[in-house]
């Protein structure tokens, strides 16, 4: 701060600053999935016109289950409900009240895994919420998407992979991880 201030660089702490925008790219990255987007493109950009081999999954009437129900979560809540999705969510934290004004349904981590269609992560990475175990990855829905819109580590990365590479997971995307751990465990 103080050599900040000697140079005339304005420091601010702005917590909520950009709530917005990472729950939108995390919706984003939602339809970019169900929709099979980057395989897609890949595909058209090596030459190919494969369009029945990209077949996508509407989001419509299916399960967002958010792991993290707190500003950022709460905004992704919102955003899907207007792509007409059911939210189911998990947070210790937050009062069943405001999961109801909401119109979230509020489960323990294992119920929301069981029945989730698609889950997003929006928690801090604590010792609580580090390395989600995999035998909570092994109790996700088969074909589930997921989009960690939070810290790398908070998903146990083996069993991401193993689910991943059996095709127990549909498709993972991680706006924390590396480029090229996010090619290596996004999966179809």
Do not use: C
């Not at 702490?13 to 984003?28: L, W």
């Not at 210790?92 to 349904?105: G, S, Y």
């Not at 992560?121 to 390395?131: L, W």
């Amino acid at each position: 701060m103080p050599a900040a201030t000697e140079r005339g660089i304005v420091v601010v702490n702005t917590p909520s600053g950009n709530n917005v925008t990472t729950a939108e790219h995390a919706i984003a990255l939602l339809v970019s999935l169900a929709a099979h987007i980057p395989q897609a493109t890949a595909s058209m950009k090596a030459g190919k016109w494969e369009k029945s081999a990209f077949t996508g999954m509407e989001l419509s009437n299916r399960t967002l289950g958010v792991i993290g129900l707190g500003n950022i979560g709460r905004v992704v809540a919102q955003k899907a409900h207007g792509l007409g999705m059911r939210v189911i969510a998990f947070d210790p934290q937050v009062p069943a009240e405001i999961a109801a004004k909401l119109d979230v349904d509020l489960v323990d981590l294992d119920t929301l895994l069981a029945r989730a269609d698609a889950l997003t992560v929006h928690v801090p990475k604590t010792k609580d919420t580090t390395g989600y175990s995999a035998r909570g990855v092994r109790q996700v829905q088969t074909r589930v998407l997921v989009v960690n819109a939070a810290r790398g580590g908070i998903i146990d990365e083996k069993a991401l992979l193993a689910a991943l590479e059996s095709g127990q997971w549909a498709a993972r995307v991680s706006t924390s991880s590396s480029r090229s751990r996010r090619q290596r465990t996004t999966r179809w």
